[in-house]
């Protein structure tokens, strides 16, 4: 069974701070990675993803995540937060080819003071 | 294309009510999901759907039915309401392997 790991459960920042979010997943084959942001009151939505190719991803807002084979990684990054990036972020992990059901994270919890 | 919705947007229940909560999606998406989000416990699945007429238990599926007739739609049900189903409900949306879309949630209130 798959399962995700995001280590930081609750993140405090000031503006323009640079934000790392760590995601570690376990299963063995080949998977699609993804992060997705929930804004105060609003629903999930998908920052970016990644199923192939390079493994350095460019979401929206400035984020990008970089995908580790070998350490079974997919950290969230932004070099220069805002106020605005105050939000809950999860990551997720489905198998390639034929999983019914994304495995989420327990979700990172970031607070970006002005 | 509106997406995903879901209806109602609120609702307060007593214990023991009943209520049927929509989700609608108009991206002919095949497979169909309802979570539920707690403080600290992140999503966690109830029922899903890989298709219409299908469905399947997920996590934590105990109290609620769900009914997908039409490949747009996906109803979940709680037959007798309970203090412990108070919550944030989310449906979600999406073609095999690629992201979830997902609706704008239900806060359901059981006192």
């Known amino acids: 069974a798959q399962s995700v790991s995001q280590h930081n459960h609750h993140v405090i920042l000031s503006e323009a701070a640079s934000l790392e979010l760590g995601c570690n997943y376990s299963?063995?084959?080949?998977?699609?990675l993804f992060w997705y942001v929930q804004y105060p009151g609003q629903h999930l939505q998908l920052l970016l993803k990644y199923f192939s190719g390079d493994p350095l991803v460019k979401g929206i807002k400035g984020f990008e995540a970089e995908f580790i084979k070998s350490k079974f990684s997919f950290n969230l990054r932004k070099p220069s937060v805002q106020w605005s990036d105050t939000a809950e972020y999860f990551c997720a992990v489905t198998a390639s080819g034929g999983s019914y059901i994304p495995t989420f994270g327990r979700g990172t919890s970031l607070i970006v003071h002005p | 294309n509106a997406g995903v919705t879901q209806t109602p947007k609120f609702r307060v229940l007593k214990t023991g009510q009943s209520m049927t909560l929509l989700c609608a999606q108009d991206m002919n998406h095949e497979y169909m999901y309802w979570y539920r989000q707690d403080p600290g416990m992140g999503l966690r699945l109830i029922h899903y759907s890989v298709g219409e007429g299908t469905t399947a238990k997920g996590e934590v599926p105990d109290g609620y039915n769900v009914s997908r007739l039409k490949k747009q739609n996906f109803l979940l049900g709680l037959e007798s309401a309970a203090p412990s189903q108070t919550s944030v409900y989310f449906c979600a949306s999406r073609e095999l392997g690629d992201e979830q879309f997902f609706g704008p949630g239900t806060r359901l209130t059981v006192l």
């Open positions: 299963y063995g084959g080949t998977v699609n």
